[in-house]
């Protein structure tokens, strides 16, 4: 009798035991499912079209306007959309560097018709944003870039960051962008057909440390991009963020140098992450502006490596594993650390170069 008891109450441990490793086991098996779900959706994004240019009135005399619009992804933006049958309205600080895109835009495309605007993004007044409504109020707006930005001279602690520095990276690419944004949507709204690509960063996809108000800013933009296209479904107008890694450019040398997406290279504000990590060409991961470009414009409506997440897009193939990688494993804390340890290191690197730069100049005296 003993001896049953105990058998069959060892049956029923096992059979429990069963039970609970299978719910276990199911419950694993979910949460591996879903995560290979998503890859698979990331993987099949970056691999799909998106919506045709056409939509939002290529080849139909509609304009595009890119802000800075005189170097790196802006001037590959204008181009680009130039050659996709877009008018182009070019805005950005320095008039001469504008007739000079405007007039190369013009040579390689006949048939397109530019204007030009020139706007400090930085300090425009109330009646200089009035002067730029006024250039854009009879043009048919089909495509806005808010590419214009500013970010740190050089990774610094907060309480560093000069008040006049931080004042500009909010003026620029934070109200730079609503402003503009609010210039050209009433009349998207009226045609039914607009679409607003604002560029972005990874900056904003996970804060970081030594880079606070830029990296604020870009997050700023990626709520406001999702909440302003929540907003407009139904109208016609696409809303579309643009996550963005690292993107080389051209630098005066003639020498390629990797600098953070969405700044406006023509007034030299290159965010030292990027110029201090020795990157001199492009490689899968890091695109040059002209590669990046064509990737942005045939995914739109794409997420990419923002599986799930509405109104953003990262469109790259080589960025796209990158934020699913930040979205989906590790911790925020993680990469959060890693942030302050890169950039704590970029610091140190930049303050021991001015070192020996002064050693260097103080020997010649």
Known sequence: MVLDAARATALGWANECTL?????????????????????????????????????????????????????????????????GFNVFLASRTASKLEEISQEITSKFPSIKTQVHSIDFASASSEDYKAFGNALESLEVGVLINNVGKSYDEPMFFQDLPDQDSADIIEI????????????????????????????????????????????????????????????????????????????????????????????????????????????????????????????????????????????????????????VVDNLMTRSFWLGYNRRLHIDIRKRVLRKREREAAKANKKE
């Open 20 to 84: 609970t490793t299978f719910f276990f086991a199911l419950v694993g098996a979910a949460w591996l499912g879903s995560y290979a779900l998503s890859f698979v959706r990331m993987i099949v994004d970056i691999s799909r079209p998106g919506l045709p240019l056409t939509r939002f009135g290529a080849k139909k005399g509609a304009w595009a306007v890119v802000t800075g619009a005189t170097a790196g992804i802006g001037r590959d933006f204008a181009l680009q959309l130039a050659a996709a």
């Open 173 to 324: 690419n934070i109200n730079a962008t609503l402003k503009t944004t609010k210039l050209v949507l009433p009349g998207m709204i009226s045609r039914r057909r607009g679409l607003i690509l604002t560029v972005g960063s990874f900056a904003g996809l996970v804060p970081s440390p030594l880079l606070a108000v830029y990296s604020a800013s870009k997050a700023f933009v990626s709520t406001w991009s999702q909440a302003l296209g929540s907003e407009l479904k139904g109208t016609g107008v696409e809303v579309e963020l643009l996550n963005a890694y690292f993107i080389v450019s051209a630098g005066s040398s003639g020498r390629i140098e990797s600098k953070r997406p969405g700044l406006d290279s023509e007034t030299f504000f290159f965010a030292q992450t990027s110029k201090l990590s020795k990157i001199r060409k492009s490689s899968w991961m890091i695109p040059t502006p002209s590669t990046y470009v064509r990737s942005a414009l045939s995914h739109i409506g794409v997420n990419g490596g923002a599986v799930g997440q509405p109104h953003i897009s990262t469109p790259y193939h080589g960025h796209a594993p990158v934020q699913w």
